[in-house]
């Protein structure tokens, strides 16, 4: 059995869409995650990381510890496992990367790992089976906890026989792997599909295994809110991060800030105040932090 990875405190993902005019390295973070997609050699080059990119690598390494995600890897697709990106690829870049944990996201995926969108896994049981043993396996090859990271979707895959936030739960306890909570993917999901509860979704999944926590904000486009990574962090998904913390400690909560990637609708970072926006971020969940972790030492809470 894996252990779950010590504490580390407020993590930024390090995207390089916004490169240009944000200053990453000079934020007050405990840890960068990196994209594995943005690193990796294309399929079929001889490259298993970009050149050039080990050097940027050492760079941020040497002033923050590096985690791992892995957003394109096919880990749950129907191809074979070995075939994979996230086996060809992923694998050696996150050990490479010397990372305590690496997360992937839960749903399908095809042969192409520049696929922007990937469908939602149908939540059944003959899925948690498949999906399960692909995750067991996935989580031995990288040697390091596996935690998976849950979607937003706009409907959900025909067939499903369980909540989503069962299916996670169920997954991480017949694989032994973790997860990576996105509370954004949540709060998305809670606006737009009808009847998705936000405190049952906290109250069924199993807190003790949540490695990290994603945290982002999003917009709206044609009557539906989506979670384009391209606002600042909203209420709502405070109030669920300090629930949270009150009742788990994870190894480190992540916030996400994105360019233009998603979609041609979503709102193009770097004008305004944006670095001020994302530093106002960043601080409020490192009060968060504290404060939980506050609370945890105080004597009625260790009584």
Known sequence: MMEKPDPIGIGLQYNPEILDWFAFEDQDVDCLE??????????DSPY??????????????????????????????????????AARRHVPLARALASPWVSDHCFYGDDSWLDMWSSPIQFSRDELRRVADRAARLQEMYGMPLAHENAAYYIECPGAEMREAEFMA????????????????????????????????????????????HLAGGSWHEGLYHDWHDSSVPEPVWDMLDAVLAKAVPT????????Q??????RVLGTGDDGRMIAEDIARARRAWAAASQARTAPEFAS
Do not use: W
């Open 34 to 43: 990196i994209l594995l997609d943005t690193i990796m050699g294309p399929l």
């Open 48 to 85: 298993v990381m970009k050149p050039g990119a080990a050097e940027t690598l050492d760079r941020l390494r040497s002033r923050y510890p590096l985690v791992a995600h892995s957003n394109y890897g096919c880990d749950f697709g129907f191809g074979p496992l070995e075939n994979t990106p």
């Open 170 to 213: 169920r997954l991480v306890e017949a694989s032994g792997t973790f997860l990576h909570l996105d509370l954004h993917n949540i709060y998305t999901n809670s606006v737009n599909l009808p009847g998705f509860d936000l405190a049952d979704y906290l109250d069924t999944i199993p807190l003790d295994r949540v490695v990290a926590i």
């Open 252 to 259: 480190a909560v992540i916030l996400e800030f994105q360019g």
């Open 261 to 266: 990637a998603h979609h041609p609708g979503t």
